[in-house]
T-cell receptor
Framework: QKEVEQNSGPLSVPEGAIASLNCTYS??????FFWYRQYSGKSPELIMS????GDKEDGRFTAQLNKASQYVSLLIRDSQPSDSATYLC????????????FGKGTKLSVKP | DGGITQSPKYLFRKEGQNVTLSCEQN?????MYWYRQDPGQGLRLIYY???????QKGDIAEGYSVSREKKESFPLTVTSAQKNPTAFYLC???????????FGPGTRLTVL
């Protein structure tokens, strides 16, 4: 059974701090990893994708991937109240179909 | 504007009725997906299609049906056989050149 695990939270950080969101996955053949942001009542929005070990930075967001440990994380620097949302980790099934497995999400709350 | 549209935004169904949710995309994506999201749950895959006139069952296909007569359109029918259809339904699409999936705004279905 392929699984993606996330801490459900809520994770509460003060404005301006670094928020760290973590995700583990069960299938070693997975090669593609994604972070989606979902505001309450809205659909998920893709914010980061990462395919290689190491860090990938995009603005205030940094995705980190460690395939040996089957671990992917998202760091949000200078957190803003507008970052308050649920963050979904998604991992590919490992086949050519391109299907993704989603974690249940971590709810982030950034306090002013 | 390129994107994915879903209609209606809200849908109310009486028990025993079939309803059809619309999903249209003008991104020229080959693959399309239907997910269901329940409170506190991750996204669960209902059906997916990679080419016109072909589709496959996902993890929770029972009580649902789809068609893919055009590349741009992937409607989902929630049949009376679906025992607990109240949920947030999300349509997504993907180019076969990559693994990123992009979501429509969703349809919230409530059974009365």
């Amino acid at each position: 059974q392929k699984e993606v695990e996330q801490n459900s939270g809520p994770l509460s950080v003060p404005e301006g701090a670094i928020a760290s969101l973590n995700c583990t996955y069960s299938d070693r053949v997975s090669q593609s990893f994604f972070w989606y942001r979902q505001y309450s009542g809205k659909s998920p929005e893709l914010i980061m994708s990462i395919y290689s070990n190491g860090d990938k930075e995009d603005g205030r967001f940094t995705a980190q991937l460690n395939k040996a440990s089957q671990y992917v994380s998202l760091l949000i620097r200078d957190s803003q109240p507008s970052d308050s949302a649920t963050y979904l980790c998604a991992v590919d099934y490992g086949g050519s179909q391109g299907n993704l497995i989603f974690g249940k999400g971590t709810k982030l709350s950034v306090k002013p | 504007d390129g994107g994915i549209t879903q209609s209606p935004k809200y849908l109310f169904r009486k028990e025993g009725q079939n309803v059809t949710l619309s999903c249209e995309q003008n991104l020229n994506h080959d693959a399309m997906y239907w997910y269901r999201q329940d409170p506190g749950q991750g996204l669960r895959l209902i059906y997916y299609s990679q080419i016109v006139n072909d589709f496959q069952k996902g993890d929770i296909a029972e009580g649902y049906s789809v068609s893919r007569e055009k590349k741009e359109s992937f409607p989902l029918t929630v049949t009376s056989a679906q025992k607990n259809p109240t949920a947030f339904y999300l349509c997504a699409s993907r180019s076969l050149a990559g693994f990123e999936q992009f979501f429509g705004p969703g349809t919230r279905l409530t059974v009365l």
